[in-house]
């Protein structure tokens, strides 16, 4: 019964940053992935940002150098930093996770979101 749960949206000016957070509860034995995506009103959901079991990342070109994906396994939580915020980067934030929680599954598990507006 595992649950991503999502915090620190909100409204902040162009330039600003935020951290949101992803909280995980429940048994989880293996992480093979966990990242972020966004969606923004009358678009399809994009990656953001992603980190692997095997230390590689990936970032959307228009957040590198911007915004840092980052983990605290004994807190079971995954972060993800947006420093120099952009209007454009305006949307729900969504906590996504790779997880093995028993012998037989695997299943790929996402958070109920979090808003993020960016006012110019």
């Known amino acids: 019964q595992v649950r991503l749960v999502e915090s620190g949206g909100g409204l902040v000016q162009a330039g600003g940053s935020l951290r949101l957070s992803c909280a995980a509860s429940?048994?989880?034995?293996?992480?093979?992935?966990v990242g972020w995506y966004r969606q923004a009103p009358g678009q399809q959901r994009e990656l953001v940002a992603r980190t692997t079991s095997g230390g590689s990342t990936n970032y959307a070109d228009s957040v590198k150098g911007r915004f840092t994906i980052s983990r605290d396994n004994a807190k079971n939580t995954v972060y993800l930093q947006m420093n120099s915020l952009k209007p454009e980067d305006t949307a729900v934030y969504y906590c996504?996770?790779?997880?093995?929680?028993?012998?037989?599954?695997?299943?790929?598990?996402w958070g109920q979101g979090t808003q993020v507006t960016v006012s110019s």
């Open positions: 429940g048994r989880v034995f293996l992480t093979y992935a």
């Open positions: 996504n996770a790779d997880l093995r929680t028993s012998l037989q599954a695997r299943n790929d598990y």
